[in-house]
């Protein structure tokens, strides 16, 4: 009964209009209040262990880099080289607009900011090329989804805090599904362009203006060099990397670029510090109600009704997967991690996956919900940057939903592209 109360009260605000960390936490202090034999005050000591974590730290930096990097011109140097390099090519606008956002998320972590940054710049020009506003915004809203899978990722950062595993590992394995994601969207884009009739650039670069290009943003281009670099070099921790990536891109935005001055940097802190705060207030209560669902033993009993309904290993993860992307179309991806990831994974690993591997599923799955309505958070951006109802874009939203299917089905069924992927490099 509680579990209804909760999960139903949760869903019912959200559809009312209050923000995803007030409900989580009305509704987890209502199921509190209403449990009679769990005292109340579990759920501030676990609101506040729940964000009382060094790795922790690694959020809000990744967020300041993004943000800095998008104000100090890197965006605009990674859309440059992309254009280069695949501009020409049939629908090739689209396809350096993913590229870009896999570059971007490779600094970001982000998927919103991967796609208000690429969006903002890529959309205008997409639209004077006479490319579908629909199809523009849609592609972009996917391919900043990617920003959330390749490394360095602040869900995976939540994960691996929340189930114990390995950041870097996670990190690493994120790699080869942020690459399938970004194969799998340009060459959609490319056939859907073939069939529109959206041409590329008028004329093939020269190895010269190439040339040129990479000269401009190489500094834009070493930065998930450094970042990556440095951890799997053990140079630094996860955490550590992030105030790297902080250090980084003020140098190149002030020194380099020189685009970054004192009125950007204030607002570039002042967005982050909302931004992590909003995140921060979100990862608590959600701690909070995971720690319910543990004393209720929510895990052993989900985990015991599955294995009862089927033993096949490649139902029940169907059956994860079906569930997991109708959430992603409901609830945020942080306080979906944290709450579900708990609740899944004794049932996952019975059936031989392991937690890595786990990983990569459930946050290629929350992934995918940030393109489908009603609450998918690139949807919203890029509708916003576009200036496009969400109604409008539902048809290209669908499509590209179920192109990113074929990476989550290779990432759930194939351990080769997680697990074994990590192994290469032990």
Not at 201 to 224: C, M, Q, Y
Not at 238 to 257: D, H, L, Q, R, W
Not at 279 to 286: H, N, P, R
Request: charged fraction near 10%; proline fraction near 5%; glycine fraction near 10%.
């Amino acid at each position: 009964m509680e579990i209804l109360i909760m999960f139903g009260g949760m869903l019912l605000l959200i559809a009312l209009g209050l923000p995803i960390g007030y409900a989580i936490a009305a509704s987890t202090i209502i199921t509190f209040i209403t449990s009679s034999d769990i005292p109340l005050r579990i759920v501030s000591q676990n609101a506040f262990t729940g964000i009382d974590s060094f790795v922790l730290l690694a959020i809000p930096f990744f967020i300041l880099a993004g943000i800095l990097m998008s104000a100090g011109g890197v965006a605009r140097r990674l859309v440059d080289v992309a254009d280069a390099c695949i501009g020409w090519i049939t629908g090739g606008l689209g396809m350096a607009s993913v590229l870009t956002a896999t570059f971007f998320g490779a600094i970001s972590g982000s998927g919103a900011a991967t796609t208000s940054a690429v969006g903002s710049l890529m959309l205008p020009e997409m639209k004077r090329k006479k490319y579908g506003d629909e199809f523009s915004a849609c592609l972009i809203a996917s391919a900043g989804s990617i920003g959330v899978i390749i490394p360095p990722s602040i869900p995976f950062v939540v994960y691996g805090v929340t189930v114990g595993v390995s950041i870097g590992d996670l990190f690493l394995a994120g790699i080869p599904a942020g690459l399938l994601m970004c194969f799998v969207l340009m060459l959609a884009c490319y056939i859907i362009s073939k069939k529109n009739g959206y041409r590329g650039s008028d004329t093939r670069p020269t190895v010269k203006h190439i040339a040129e290009t990479l000269k401009e943003g190489i500094w834009a281009l070493f930065a998930p060099i450094i970042i990556l670099g440095g951890i799997y070099s053990g140079i630094f921790t996860p955490t550590e990397s992030a105030v790297v990536a902080v250090v980084y891109s003020i140098i190149i935005g002030v020194f380099v670029y020189k685009e970054l001055d004192l009125k950007k940097l204030k607002a570039s802190f002042y967005q982050s510090a909302v931004l992590n705060g909003i995140i921060v207030f979100i990862i608590g209560f959600s701690g909070a109600m995971a720690k319910f669902l543990t004393l209720e033993n929510v895990p052993q009993k989900v985990s015991a009704m599955i294995l009862s309904f089927t033993d096949s290993p490649f139902f029940i993860l169907l059956i994860i997967n079906v569930f997991l992307l109708v959430v992603g179309m409901l609830i945020d991806n942080i306080p979906a991690i944290i709450i579900l990831s708990p609740i899944f994974l004794p049932v996952v690993q019975s059936v031989g996956v392991t937690p890595l591997q786990f990983g990569v599923i459930i946050v290629l799955n929350l992934a995918i919900g940030y393109v489908t309505p009603p609450y998918g958070t690139t949807l919203f951006v890029a509708s916003a940057i576009s200036k496009i109802s969400i109604d409008r874009l539902a048809k290209y939203a669908t499509i590209f939903t179920l192109v990113l299917f074929i990476p989550l089905i290779l990432v759930t069924y194939f351990p080769l592209f997680t697990d074994g992927f990590v192994a290469l490099f032990k």
